[in-house]
């Protein structure tokens, strides 16, 4: 029964075929918005979870202090307070497994013809364990020559591309603030950080040879950070407080000092994160689901128009036997057609919008099948919903009126 | 000859802004299996509102209708479009085809109601069509072919079903006198043939003398109900 109920709708989209689509557009579009609007912020979510983790895991950073003077909040970092000392001690913890002082600065290097400017990274050998970073030529640098002073550095991948081009950088000598340094090894590629720097423009030294030949002024024996990894996750509470009693300890705060350091628990960080980018993901959904909304409306406009319209063609069918619920399936099936077919459109066309953004763009987008589920779901309620008032308004006619109508 | 429909005591009011008026007033009639009768009158007369009950489109205020020994006075709408759908056939002035379907289409339409499956509906429409002398134009869309075809498709459309009773209402009132012409003609031949009843309301004589029963209905009451040829209509005046 429904079949041939079927049959009558088919014929009369077909026979309506522009009518037809600029309706199925309508909520094409707002399905298509849905699914790439989520992508994207489910991408975001992505992105922002990788580029937490590809800090390191179970990590809590230490830098060295911001404290009040005076009212004036100084920021983090720009007065060194940590030692290289208070590192080893922080190291001594029971619940820290790998603890990486350092330093950070800008640096000209210089290779044949090429220069470039980059970020120096001063550290000891735990830092690219800390940060499962790995090595994909040459070595890691030792613990004796992370504590002596020699002039060896990682470089990374951007800084060897832009300095060596397809040259194998392993053994080469390059200038750093004009002094020689030794390439022993390149990292792999990371990619960008949490903040959007690029994680390969970078040069990692011992953290010895940075304090003395490169910022030689500004860290003597301080460094600006400590990167600390708990040996648990479970671990990673009890140890941010046992840093926090230590250094107080160390740098002889009295009970009524602030710190003058300042941890952050990246774990946490990471969870306010994937919160922050979730609600964002539910945001961006949310004002793609108003453009389906108005598609739906827009089903419901010219479903009350065409009711309108084909008053007499409804006479008609009801003259030679079709009852009031033959009209009104006719007419909801009608509205759940469009809806359904624009609604599969919708989602190729957003899935397509969303890889499309990726390729051209570089925005990070996820397509996952709950919101494309449900994207379709919710097209097919709204063609339901939105149908059955003008379906019903069409089956409640009198054949005589609608017999005697002159559209 | 039996009775296929019966009216008894029938009264039809009409609301209007100056409170109900009686359309049809106490009429009774009857008609036979396989009769062919003109209804005809005046403008006003209610010979329209009388052949909405007779069809089922609308219902009576008072009296009992009868139809093929049902009463259908008191049906729910559902029920109305089943004997709508089974017993009946109707023809209109303005053909009332849908024009963006072939006439294949057109005519297979009532059997969609009756869920008669694609195939059946199909070959049903096609021979009914063919009987009308249609056989060449079954996928052709209606406002392409003449008035008289178009009114060829309606009756082909109606006879589709096979119902008892064929309502015809205005049938020549949209075409030329030739063509009105051949379409009573094809009434008659109908009628004669398949001894189907039919009822066409007119105002036109020359269009009620292809019938064997003449009811003339003046101010929603039976002026005349008796053959043809025995009533003038100059006597009502």
Known sequence: ?407 | MSDLLALHDLSKDYDTDAGPVRVLKNLSLKIGEGEFVAVMGPSGSGKSTLMNIIGCLDVPTSGRYLLDGRDVGGLDDVDLAKVRSEVIGFVFQGFNLLPRATLVANVALPLVYQRIGRNIRNVRAASMLERVGLKDWFNSLPPRISGGQQQRVAIARALVTEPRLILADEPTGNLDTHTGRDIMQLFQTINRDSGMTLVVVTHDRNVASYATRLVYLLDGRIHYDGPVDGFREEEVA
């Open chain 1, 1 to 407: 029964m429904i079949l041939s109920l079927l049959g009558e709708a088919l014929a009369a989209m077909a026979a309506n075929r522009l009518r037809t689509f600029l309706t199925a557009l309508g909520i094409l579009i707002g399905v298509a918005a849905v699914v790439l609007m989520v992508a994207i912020g489910q991408g975001t979510q992505k992105q922002v979870g990788e580029s937490i983790a590809s800090m390191g895991s179970n990590l809590l950073i230490v830098r060295s202090g911001a404290p009040r003077k005076g009212g004036v909040h100084g920021g983090a970092g720009n007065m060194p307070t940590l030692t290289t000392m208070d590192a080893q001690a922080v190291g001594q913890l029971a619940r820290a497994s790998l603890v990486a002082p350092t330093v950070m600065g800008s640096v000209q290097i210089i290779y044949g013809p090429n220069n470039w400017s980059t970020t120096a990274t001063g550290t000891n050998a735990d830092y690219l364990s800390i940060r499962d970073w790995r090595v994909i030529a040459g070595r890691d640098f030792s613990e004796s020559e992370a504590m002596s002073g020699v002039r060896v550095a990682l470089l990374g991948q951007e800084v060897a591309r832009q300095l060596f081009g397809d040259e194998n950088p392993v053994g080469k000598s390059i200038r750093v603030q004009r002094s020689p340094f030794m390439v022993i090894g390149v990292l792999d590629a990371k990619g960008q950080s949490m903040g959007g720097q690029n994680q390969d423009d970078m040069i990692i030294v011992p953290l010895v040879t940075a304090q003395r030949q490169l910022f030689g002024t500004q860290f003597q024996g301080t460094v600006s950070m400590v990167m600390v990894q708990a040996r648990t996750p479970a671990d990673m509470r009890p140890l941010e407080q046992n840093i926090r009693e230590l250094l107080r300890q160390r740098h002889h705060l009295n009970v009524r000092a602030d710190d003058d350091f300042r941890i952050t628990n990246m774990t946490e960080v990471s969870e306010t994160a994937s919160e922050v980018t979730g609600m964002l993901s539910i945001l961006l959904g949310a004002i793609a689901s108003i453009s389906l909304f108005v598609g739906g409306i827009g089903i419901m406009n010219i479903m009350m128009v065409s009711v309108t319209e084909r008053t007499r063609e409804i006479g008609i069918r009801m003259a030679i036997g079709a009852s009031h619920r033959d009209i009104l399936i006719q007419f909801l099936l009608e509205s759940v057609i469009i809806t359904m077919a624009g609604g599969i459109v919708g989602i190729a066309v957003g899935i397509g919008l969303a890889l499309g953004a990726t390729r051209m763009f570089d925005i990070w987008t996820a397509v996952t099948a709950m919101p494309v589920l449900l994207a379709f779901g919710v097209s097919m309620a709204v063609g339901i919903f939105f149908g059955l008032y003008p379906a019903r308004k069409a089956s409640m006619m009198r054949p005589i009126d609608a017999l005697r109508y002159q559209g």
